[in-house]
């Protein structure tokens, strides 16, 4: 008799010990019952410490490990070669993965991990130059939310000097390094495009771009290495307690209520393990509603799971100050920011195609992508890798159990989010028509032109 046989039938004989968890005694077969999942220090890995300290993998049966991981390429990675069997991920790597931008392999989602959660910081001293050119409020503050507009004339000056801007974001196809070229684009920064031969992406910048880790940006900051970062929690406050940097803008106010991770698993996985992906997707959905039922009411107990070594292992006071609903900018500056991190509420969790199409815009926008498609081929690439069928199944199942409400499901979408206008620029993005959301964007790749050397041709 096997450990996970004896593990199983012993959960088993204590659900069906109690007639007020009877509806809940039957789990799914699960094919795999042992699993061990990646993840990256940062706050928005919460749903899977919280599936596991609260017991709701062992719920489905699954007896999960949870392994923190060097980077981004190393965790997709080991993805790929099965020594994990899913992770939390930027949500650009399942998409750029299986259209073959940088490792080739078909990953797929079946759960979004949360909405908002980025920060862009700056030093000291680039944080001075620019706050002469920031509106300042009847309260004596900077007026948010600060645009990129604030930050051109310094880079402006960097330029006249000979100087290199320089500025961190976590992976060439982190939602980081988007929203931070975003911002930047939004205020006439140039962040540079990508090509075939030159994957710096830093063709043509204004600004350059670079990778660094998270928990790094700090030191890399102080160091002088970087002039500012875009990155997830708790690096941005992590500068403010240090007193090094300043967070000038949250990724919230470059576009409002902004998917962020998701959990990657191999196709390969969903089809061998069907019943497996059901049950942990089943687990993260609990989790991420534990994390925002009742107001926000669990946060302060999420922080000191968070804040232990295993998982973030920062400080509780650190992760506190934006998962408790405020972000600090300067230091004193606390403002309220009630969903800088969303974890469940607004459909947080489901894999929509809108929110897929839209990285592969910024892909083809900055070269990533270096040909043209039409529309149809952004849909299909979408449904490849974003799998909102796993998750309604897992959905189903959790209300048949009594263990959600269908109130909180999206059963009525096609899984495309309404056009939203939510963005620091005030421009229009429609999942359905990208090539014309493309095209609204000032600086970045239009039509059919492409990076040559390091020219702009065709259009």
């Given at each position: 008799m096997t450990a996970t046989f004896l593990r199983r039938s012993m959960l088993m004989a204590v659900l069906l010990g109690s007639s007020a968890l009877a509806a809940h005694a039957e789990m799914l077969d699960v094919e795999k019952d042992e699993l061990k999942f990646g993840f990256i220090k940062l706050t928005d890995m919460a749903p899977l410490a919280i599936a596991k300290e609260k017991g709701f993998f062992e719920d489905e049966g699954l007896y999960v490990t949870l392994e923190p991981q060097a980077n981004w390429k190393v965790l997709l990675d080991r993805v790929i070669t099965g020594e994990l069997d899913g992770a939390h991920m930027l949500a650009g790597q399942p998409l750029a993965a299986t259209i073959g931008?940088?490792?080739?392999?078909?990953?797929?989602?079946?759960?979004?991990?949360?909405l908002n959660g980025n920060g862009i910081t700056v030093s000291n001293s680039v944080w001075e130059a620019m706050k002469k050119n920031v509106p300042v409020g009847?309260?004596?503050?900077?007026?948010?939310?600060?645009?990129?507009?604030?930050?051109?004339?310094?880079?402006?000056?960097?330029?006249?000097?000979g100087k290199p801007f320089n500025m961190g974001m976590v992976f060439p196809v982190s939602t980081h390094n988007y929203e931070l070229?975003?911002?930047?684009?939004?205020?006439?920064?140039?962040?540079?495009?990508?090509?075939?031969?030159?994957?710096?992406?830093?063709?043509k910048a204004d600004a350059l771009l670079s990778v660094t880790p998270p928990p790094q940006m700090p030191a890399t900051l102080e160091a002088g290495t970087i002039e500012g970062y875009c990155v997830g929690e708790p690096w941005n406050q992590a500068a403010v307690f240090k007193g090094i940097g300043v967070p000038v803008i949250t990724d919230y106010e470059i576009w409002k209520n902004n998917p962020e991770k998701v959990f990657g698993l191999t196709e390969e996985f969903t089809e061998k393990y069907p019943n497996t992906t059901l049950a942990l997707t089943k687990a993260l959905?609990?989790?991420?509603?534990?994390?925002?039922?009742?107001?926000?009411?669990?946060?302060?107990e999420a922080v000191k799971i968070l804040s232990k070594s295993e998982y973030v292992g920062a400080d509780a006071e650190v992760i506190a100050n934006s998962m408790t609903g405020t972000f600090e900018y300067e230091k004193g500056d606390k403002r309220d920011v009630p969903d800088?991190?969303?974890?469940?509420?607004?459909?947080?969790?489901y894999p929509f195609y809108s929110d897929a199409v839209w990285y592969l815009t910024q892909m083809r926008r900055w070269g990533q992508i270096p040909e043209s498609h039409d529309d149809a081929w952004y849909d299909a690439t979408a449904?490849?890798?974003?799998?909102?069928?796993?998750?309604?199944?897992?959905?189903?199942?959790?209300?048949?159990?009594?263990?959600?409400?269908?109130?909180?499901?999206?059963?009525?979408?096609?899984?495309?989010?309404?056009?939203?206008?939510?963005?620091?620029?005030?421009?229009?993005?429609?999942?359905?028509?990208?090539?014309?959301?493309?095209?609204?964007?000032?600086?970045?790749?239009?039509?059919?032109?492409?990076?040559?050397?390091?020219?702009?041709?065709?259009?």
């Open positions: 931008f940088g490792t080739k392999a078909h990953i797929v989602t079946p759960f979004s991990m949360d009847a309260d004596g503050k900077p007026q948010h939310p600060i645009k990129a507009d604030a930050l051109k004339p310094v880079i402006d000056s960097y330029k006249a000097s070229r975003y911002w930047l684009a939004s205020g006439g920064i140039n962040p540079g495009y990508y090509s075939p031969s030159d994957v710096s992406g830093q063709i959905i609990r989790a991420a509603e534990w994390l925002d039922e009742n107001n926000n009411a669990n946060r302060a800088f991190n969303v974890f469940f509420r607004y459909n947080a969790t449904k490849s890798v974003y799998k909102p069928d796993i998750y309604m199944k897992a959905a189903q199942m959790l209300i048949d159990e009594g263990n959600a409400s269908k109130e909180d499901f999206p059963f009525d979408t096609d899984g495309y989010k309404p056009a939203t206008a939510d963005f620091i620029d005030g421009i229009s993005y429609d999942g359905k028509t990208p090539n014309a959301y493309i095209d609204s964007l000032s600086i970045g790749l239009k039509g059919t032109e492409k990076i040559n050397g390091s020219q702009i041709v065709g259009g």
